[in-house]
């Protein structure tokens, strides 16, 4: 227990009069001193009432996973052991800083204050991750309001952080795609693939080189194979896990944003029939796992992303994409998750993407901050404010100069919100399945 509020302004009071009594009036010392023996005496009577009265037995309930970026419960069960709960009462969590709750959540029983009540605190994943969560601090008046009791209660449950993919599991991202899988039944183009449609006959304008002679002598007449483009294209998915990957926006850090993006990506591309793998690299380059079909890719791409360290270390894009290029044997649509910090040192990104898309259909994510806006166009107008808003003006300046840039290079580059992000990079997906941009 320690004093309250009403408590200490009481002896400020009583310890003033003291001082002025002892002064001008030192006859009424003893008037004093029984004032004094009174507060003394309530302060003794709200220990005993509140030791007697506000014994409280405490259970708590925690998800053992949940999702990077999404909010877990903790449920605090409150009985009390005789007497009745305390009208409100204040708790406050230890919990390291991947965690995130209110400093100070208050709990009120005003309705049913003899039974065993129920409260939660919400607590915000920002990181993957296991995380401890220790103890529980609570704090409520004593019956007199003269003391505040403070109880510390242990907790010691741990809660497993994974990327988020929610989207798979709702369905959502299911449904994004079914127009692509429907089509795919009947989106079988003629062209120069490997696998054999139908035969036709031979007309005026057709490639000799599709004449089928055995059939033809059999027939006799010209007939010639229809095949149809492959379908199962394959799709890498490229994560830079670099220092500037680690960088927060919108409370998340922008690893966390592509991670979860990936993984709902790979899913609809295993839905929708294609091949996909995964790449990690930052400094230099970590992990790679060729591409493997359905469920099987998006088991082993989930298993991957759960474990990607942030990074201290600058990217070498140069080192990390020409070791991607030699690891591919056939043209892939390579999506890459990555930052940069100007049109200078993004030249060696931009002149290593520039060899890849030779060879390979690229997208090039880059996630917008909306605190860069902000910066731009200041509410208040002062020095501070304008030598940020010329700042953050030539940033958003040079970034846009780099996405152009590799538009040109016939990149596909997708600027967006970390909000939108998944939603528009499935999109884009959608878009190159059914252009046959591929």
């Given at each position: ?346 030249e060696l990104m931009v002149e290593t ?86």
């Amino acid at each position: 227990m320690r004093p309250s509020s009403s408590l200490i302004a009481l002896v400020l009071i009583m310890t003033a009069l003291t001082v002025l009594t002892a002064v001008w009036w030192p006859g009424v010392d003893i008037v004093i001193m029984g004032l004094w023996g009174i507060v003394g005496i309530a302060v003794l009577l709200d220990i005993a009432l509140s030791v007697w009265s506000k014994r409280i037995e405490i259970a708590f309930d925690l998800p053992s996973r949940g999702f990077v970026g999404h909010n877990v419960q903790l449920s605090v069960e409150l009985s009390p052991h005789r007497g009745a709960l305390p009208l409100k009462m204040e708790a406050r969590l230890d919990l390291p800083p991947e965690l995130v709750a209110q400093d100070v959540t208050t709990f009120d029983h005003e309705a049913n204050r003899k039974a065993t009540t129920t409260s939660s605190i919400d607590i915000r994943l920002t990181r993957r991750g296991v995380f401890k969560v220790e103890t529980i601090w609570l704090k409520w008046a004593s019956r007199l309001k003269l003391l505040e009791v403070v109880v510390r209660a242990p907790i010691a449950r741990k809660i497993t952080v994974a990327p988020d993919i929610s989207p798979v599991l709702s369905g959502a991202i299911n449904a994004q795609i079914l127009p692509l899988e429907a089509g795919s039944k009947d989106m079988r183009l003629s062209g120069q693939g490997s696998e054999f449609h139908q035969l036709r006959e031979f007309a005026v304008g057709m490639d000799t080189r599709s004449i089928d002679w055995k059939r033809s002598a059999r027939m006799r007449s010209l007939v010639v194979r229809d095949l149809t483009a492959e379908r199962n294209q394959q799709i890498i998915l490229c994560v830079d896990s670099g220092r500037l990957m680690a960088e927060k926006i919108a409370g998340i850090a922008k690893l966390d944003r592509a991670i979860n993006a990936a993984l709902a990506t790979c899913w609809a591309a295993g839905q929708a029939g294609d091949l996909v793998g995964f790449y990690n690299f930052d400094s230099r380059p970590r992990l790679f796992l060729p591409a493997t079909p359905g469920r099987a890719a998006f088991t082993r791409v989930q298993s991957a992303c759960a474990t990607l360290r942030y990074e201290a270390h600058e990217t070498n894009h140069t080192l990390g994409l020409t070791y991607l290029a030699g690891q591919l044997k056939r043209r892939s649509l390579i999506i890459i998750f990555s930052d940069f910090v100007d049109s200078t040192t993004a030249e060696l990104m931009v002149e290593t993407i520039r060899t890849l898309a030779k060879q390979h259909f690229i997208v090039y994510i880059a996630l917008s901050d909306s605190s860069i806006k902000t910066l731009i166009e200041p509410d208040i107008l002062t020095l501070d404010s304008v030598a940020r808003s010329v700042a953050a003006r030539q940033i958003s300046q040079e970034r846009r100069t780099v996405l152009e840039t590799l538009s040109r290079l016939g990149v596909m580059c997708l600027d967006s919100t970390p909000e939108a992000l998944t939603s528009d990079l499935i999109g884009r997906y959608i878009e190159i399945k059914s252009r046959e941009m591929l």
